[in-house]
């Protein structure tokens, strides 16, 4: 009888670790945060902790941009791709590049949202990773002003400014050498 009851139990303790194995392969995978502790647009619209912004720095080149993005351009010239998405739905942004033969040169990003109080968290956001990233910001009349010298390399400046009115909250940011 205690041999049955022996075999019982280790017939139970296999169905149940399998009941269990099978559970977890069905259970769908934990979503990673790229920028935990910030709102999850953020990882959205910069996509990446590398780079100045979306992976990239500045003096990269048209095709290396158009492998970042994940869409084609909305447009796109010699010396410019223009590329718009929409983030959920009350918010919207906007990407231009800039290049002079073919070295990125500027970074134009608007963000536009009919939700003024996820602006006014999204700036406060940017503004707080930006400054973890590049060394001493300037505030001043609405504007924020990082200039970072890396190395040997060229300078580059990083603004953001919110441009928000009573209708519409909007987030402007810029990305440019330094001349």
């Known amino acids: 009888m205690r041999a049955l009851l022996n075999i019982a139990a280790f017939v139970a303790s296999l169905l149940l670790l399998f009941s269990c194995q099978s559970e977890q392969k ?8 790229i920028f935990e502790g910030y709102h999850v647009l953020l990882d959205d ?17 048209m095709d290396s941009v158009k492998k970042a993005e994940p869409s084609e351009p909305k447009e796109s010239g010699p010396n410019q791709l223009y590329y718009e998405y ?11 590049y800039t290049f002079s033969g073919d070295s ?18 999204l700036f406060c956001d ?12 300037i505030e001043d009349q609405g504007y924020v002003v990082y200039n970072c010298y890396e190395g040997q390399r060229k300078p580059f400046v990083v603004t953001l400014s919110d441009n928000s009115s009573p209708a519409k909250g909007i987030i402007n940011m810029l990305i440019y050498k330094d001349q």
Do not use: C, M, W
């Not at 069905?26 to 945060?33: A, E, F, K, Y």
């Not at 990125?104 to 968290?121: A, C, G, K, M, P």
């Open 26 to 33: 069905n259970t769908p995978p934990v979503s990673h945060r």
């Open 45 to 61: 619209i910069i996509r990446t902790r590398h780079g100045v912004f979306r992976g990239l720095d500045l003096n990269t080149s």
């Open 86 to 96: 929409r983030a959920d739905s009350l918010t919207d942004y906007s990407i231009e």
């Open 104 to 121: 990125l040169q500027e970074i134009n990003v608007q963000i536009s949202s009919n939700d003024e109080e996820l602006i006014s968290y």
């Open 126 to 137: 940017l503004k707080d990773y930006y400054s973890n990233k590049l060394p001493n910001p």
